[in-house]
């Protein structure tokens, strides 16, 4: 049922992708050669498709098209198609030339491949997608009419290929009883609720936390009963669509049910192998460049070297590293280490701005690093020891850790995994910088810490490698 709409959707359009992409490659291989060639290319392009195909899906991935929420036929859909399609141009004609067994480097023959793909895909996609708004969708009576019921009805509506639609609500008497809701039928309890799924042909009842709880509404679902229409926890649904935990809706039982002893061993031990193969492939290219960037630090704040004992914050700014205990897994503090991309000392200017508007805090060598963010590559160094994996929560500072304790409910669940260098709050929000947006934040991390897989965690690594790609640093 609606548990399992969007893994179902996925699955077929992944299987419509590979069918799409494989018919692109037998039409450019009819036009390149003007029509059947010989059995011998045939074989070839055969050979080239068990590797092309699921490497364009990687492609795919990485920009974002098998995102629900971008499921929809509007300029910004196809911008990202344009973008996957000459990605995997630019990484095919690298395994071309990486691979002589392909034969396939002709420029040509890669263009009219790639022209194929992005043609085939691009109807591919503008059909599902236009299947998917105007497919019957499933008509929702809210019953409990809180901020974050309003908010997720008005995305549903926003977005119809998400398969939902609010068909009216009823209100307990709240205070949030009164926003403009244009369109839709607002009820207030007592009433009939079974006379009100009849009038709106709901499919399904969506219970608000408060409203599960009210034995008003326990005594009018009675009435639904003999209807069959399924009830889902209001907490469960929006971490469906919205793909974070409400925290400001849960309680201790949901930690109890979904997180404490929720121990994986053998993912665990997958995810360690993975962290410390792609560190060690990271650390050998980190280790090549680190003289050069020594010397770029050094040569850049000759200052600092001199008088490192005065301008130095504490004992963690050092010449060329920077350290700064950060809280782990289980509360553990350790040291997370950074290429030095400020000056020294710069915690305490951390308020001053120069006059001219530039930031006294930056060198000339720092801004490089911090855009190219090569000024993280020493926390492999962090991976390595076990104090950090590549993905998980971002560690904070303990005295962050302190104030957001005090401020946000459970915030510290947050260390019941390894914390990582990017995470699902990362990919997913637009600044996760600011202390301002740590609730949110934590949203994402109790749903990558409730949903954690192997499959979860190299699709974080794939939107990484494209958000380092798209950003110009912080």
């Known amino acids: 049922m609606t548990a399992a709409r969007f893994p179902k959707n996925r699955i077929i359009l992944v299987a419509g992708d590979i069918l799409t992409a494989s018919l692109a ?226 309680g201790e039982a949901w930690f109890i049910e979904n997180l404490i002893g929720s121990r994986r061993p053998r993912y665990e031990f997958a995810k360690r192998i993975l962290d410390l193969t792609i560190a060690v492939l990271l650390g050998a290219v980190a280790l090549m460049l680190f003289p050069f960037i020594a010397l770029a630090i050094v040569l850049s704040t000759p200052k600092d070297i001199y008088s490192r004992r005065e301008r130095r914050a504490r004992s963690g700014d050092g010449i060329i590293f920077f350290r700064q205990p950060r809280v782990g897994k289980g509360g553990a503090v350790f040291n997370f280490i950074k290429f030095r991309s400020q000056v020294l000392g710069a915690e305490q200017m951390a308020s001053e701005k120069g006059s001219s508007g530039a930031d006294p805090r930056a060198y000339r060598a720092g801004t490089f690093l911090r855009k190219t963010y090569l000024d993280e590559l020493p926390q492999l160094g962090n991976v390595i020891r076990g104090e950090m994996s590549f993905v998980g929560p971002r560690p904070e500072r303990p005295k962050f850790v302190a104030e957001l304790e005090r401020s946000i409910p459970f915030y510290r669940m947050r260390e019941l995994v390894l914390p990582g260098i990017t995470g699902w709050a990362q990919i997913n929000m637009e600044n996760d910088a600011s202390v301002s947006d740590a609730p949110e934040k934590l949203q994402y991390d109790l749903y990558y810490i409730k949903n954690r897989s192997l499959f979860l965690d190299i699709a974080i690594l794939l939107k990484t490698a494209l958000h380092l790609l798209q950003r110009s640093g912080r």
């Open 25 to 250: 490659l037998a039409a450019a291989l009819f036009v390149r050669h003007g029509g059947t060639p010989e059995p011998g290319i045939i074989a070839l392009y055969r050979f080239a498709a068990l590797f092309l195909v699921p490497l364009w899906l990687v492609g795919f991935v990485i920009f974002g098209l098998y995102d629900p929420h971008k499921s929809k036929n509007e300029p910004r859909f196809f911008e990202r198609l344009t973008k996957a399609v000459l990605f995997d141009a630019a990484v095919t004609m690298l395994l071309f030339y990486l691979i002589p067994e392909f034969r396939l480097r002709p420029i040509v023959t890669l263009i009219i491949i790639f022209v194929a793909l992005w043609t085939a895909v691009a109807l591919w996609r503008t059909l599902w997608n236009a299947m998917l708004a105007r497919r019957n969708r499933e008509r929702i009576l809210f019953i409990g009419l809180t901020p974050e019921v309003i908010a997720v009805g008005r995305s549903l509506l926003a977005n119809p290929q998400l398969g939902f639609l609010p068909a009216a609500y009823c209100s307990l008497g709240e205070a949030a009883a009164t926003p403009t809701l244009p369109g839709l039928s607002v009820y207030r309890l007592p009433t009939d609720i079974a006379a009100i799924a009849k009038r709106h042909e709901i499919d399904v009842l969506i219970l608000s936390d408060v409203a599960r709880r009210n034995n008003a509404v326990a005594e009018a679902l009675f009435a639904v009963a003999p209807l069959g229409l399924p009830v889902i926890e209001f907490n469960r649904f929006y971490e469906q669509v919205e793909r974070k935990v409400p925290v400001g809706l849960i």
